[in-house]
């Protein structure tokens, strides 16, 4: 096989056939000017058939089968320009800087049970709110009762009612304080963020954060849980790592700048004080005032 066509045939396999790689070559002259290019695209798919919620499992598994056929030089140089494509169609815009776009990201995928649902105490009693945390000191939410998680327990935010009359209106300054958040502030999230979600009449924003570096995603949420009177002027809010155990005090730093505007506004935003989180701050590496 051509060699022009051996590297068509492998973006093409690893790629699938909904990439941009895998349509501009089965487009191209190139798939014509030899019959193996379209035999071995469909020995290898048919090979490698199978369903995974992992994608990274799935490109992998793809990437041996690849070696095996081809050689690592080969799926060496398209497994590099596919990792640049897929970060660079990730990245976020408002992110501080380019000059790490070369590095493979480490994003993690999106994690189940996100948003306001019905939940269970380790007592097995049933509550209303946000996802409690894991056991890693790399999440923060004041939803998780404070007997059952005092190392990741922050108390909600509270809006200023002669200011703010309705909910649509203290959630649209929600969306403003965050829409103005500095990617880069206190050395985290140089990789910028996007606010995936925002729904005023429910009462829910969810954010996305991006350190500049690995790529490492953070997922955030506020919310209002109860309904009527139960919620008053209540936001619970959530802050936590997709990846890795530590989160070298970044959840902290982000809550705790998002809270110092929140007051500046008239809002009872109580942040993260490290001197009541000891663990966290502890295992962090983080200093205790």
């Known amino acids: 096989m051509h060699a022009t066509s051996i590297l068509a045939t492998a973006f093409a396999t690893i790629s699938g056939t909904g990439t941009p790689f895998a349509v501009a070559f089965s487009s191209s002259p190139l798939q014509h000017r030899s019959q193996t290019f379209s035999t071995s695209v469909t020995y290898l798919k048919n090979i490698d058939r199978h369903e995974d919620d992992d994608s990274s499992s799935l490109f992998w598994t793809r990437r041996e089968t690849l070696q095996k056929t081809f050689g690592s030089t080969v799926?060496?140089?398209?497994?590099?320009?596919?990792?640049?494509?897929?970060?660079?169609?990730?990245?976020?815009?408002?992110?501080?800087?380019?000059?790490?776009?070369?590095?493979?990201?480490?994003?993690?995928?999106?994690?189940?049970?996100?948003?306001?649902?019905?939940?269970?105490?380790?007592?097995?009693?049933?509550?209303?709110?946000?996802?409690?945390?894991?056991?890693?000191?790399?999440?923060?939410?004041?939803?998780?009762?404070?007997?059952d998680d005092p190392d990741h327990n922050i108390p909600p935010w509270k809006w200023p009612t002669d200011t703010l009359s309705s909910q649509e209106a203290a959630f649209q300054q929600l969306y403003d304080v965050v829409k103005a958040y500095p990617p880069g502030q206190s050395n985290i999230d140089g990789g910028g963020f996007d606010i995936v979600t925002f729904d005023p009449k429910a009462g829910y924003i969810y954010v996305q954060f991006e350190s500049l570096k690995n790529g490492y995603v953070d997922n955030v949420e506020m919310a209002v849980v109860g309904k009527g009177d139960s919620a008053s002027n209540v936001v619970q809010v959530?802050?936590?790592?997709?990846?890795g155990y530590l989160d070298f005090g970044v959840n902290a730093k982000r809550l705790n700048y998002l809270a110092k505007c929140l007051r500046e506004k008239g809002w009872d935003a109580p942040g993260v004080d490290l001197s009541s989180h000891r663990g966290y701050a502890e295992e962090n590496g983080l200093k205790v005032l």
Request: charged letters at 25%; proline letters at 8%; hydrophobic letters at 35%.
């Open 75 to 147: 799926v060496a140089a398209v497994a590099s320009s596919l990792v640049s494509y897929s970060d660079a169609a990730l990245a976020f815009p408002n992110k501080i800087s380019t000059k790490y776009d070369d590095r493979p990201k480490q994003r993690g995928s999106m994690p189940k049970g996100l948003g306001v649902a019905m939940r269970k105490d380790m007592a097995g009693e049933e509550y209303f709110g946000l996802k409690p945390c894991g056991a890693a000191p790399n999440c923060f939410c004041s939803t998780d009762p404070l007997i």
């Open 238 to 243: 959530r802050s936590s790592s997709r990846l």
